[in-house]
């Protein structure tokens, strides 16, 4: 039988593993931050209606520039933003894939701040740029001194920032980021995936862009927006970023099925991000929950929870999958992290972790 290394790959993705979180069928499913609630069915009609009008015409390639999807982001982000600064692809890995092959590949090193999303050192070695991960403060959380001192230790051409940051759920302050701008002679990309989830009020980097022209701040629809299925992410950037982006993403890279479908979405974003109280509220009835039981939660501005206090993790894990309760072990010594699901899910999950807590219950 051929093996991986049989054949002639690449000479750095040599033993390289690829993203491999868990898909089972289970009952309750908090390992990968989706949205858990069902779209509403009123706007999965209208979505159907667009998708069909779509297919009607599927002989034709798509509009390559995505013009109205683009313009509908900018009317969606706000804080007055043009669809010439908007970027669109198959989920926010592909967005932050094109930045890395816009602006990392070989010879180029990308930073970021462990523990932080997996997806960015195996976006790096794709495409051939060195990933340096620097550690955080304590509590995971990162000031802007600390992110400052690595900048200047390893000159990196890309930083990526997660704010809330996964899998820990910190949220960045805007002083961290303005303080990484201001010290990085490179792009500095904000990848804010869960954003909708943080307390309400609390600003976007979006705001920072103005005058910040290697700032980029990503988005996706796959978690508060419910749509992690279709697969759409997003940036907002200046022009120019998005010009360096046409020069490496397929042509038609969005399909035609793709693009209605985030139109009709977009038209009913109200109902769309509906849920997004209530998994918040199921968030902090988890870290409340967690610190009574005598673990140790994290401040999370998302839609999970990372907790410490946790004896054998993966036994934790594993006993909790014989239930039916699938959530991550990210291998953080001691630490698990688990997605706020529906109310129901969540009990699930309260009361199997109770059995296992540090301090009884
Ligand atoms: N960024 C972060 C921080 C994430 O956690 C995820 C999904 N796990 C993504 C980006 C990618 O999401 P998608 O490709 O579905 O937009």
Redesign the pocket.
Known sequence: MTTLDDLPIRDDLRGRSPYGAPQKAVPVALN??ENTHPIPEAVAHDIVARVAAAILQLNRYPDREFSELRAAFAGYLGHDLRAAQIWAAN???EVLQHVLQAFGGPGRTALGFGPT?S?YGLLSSGTGTAWVEAPRDAEFELGPETAVAAIREHDPDLVLL?SPN?PTGTPLSHETIAAVVDAARGIVVV?E??HEFADPGTPSALELLEGRPRLIVSR?M?KAFAF?GA?V?YLAADPAVVDALRLVRLPYHLSALTQAAALAALDHSAEMLAMVDDIRGQRERISDELSRLGFHPYRSGANFVLFGGVDEPHRVFEALLARGILIRDIGLPGCLRVTAGTEAETTAFLEAIAEFAPRGD
């Open positions: 990968v931050n989920g926010s890995n999303y997806m997660c996964n990848d995936a869960y996706t796959s992690a697969r992410g």
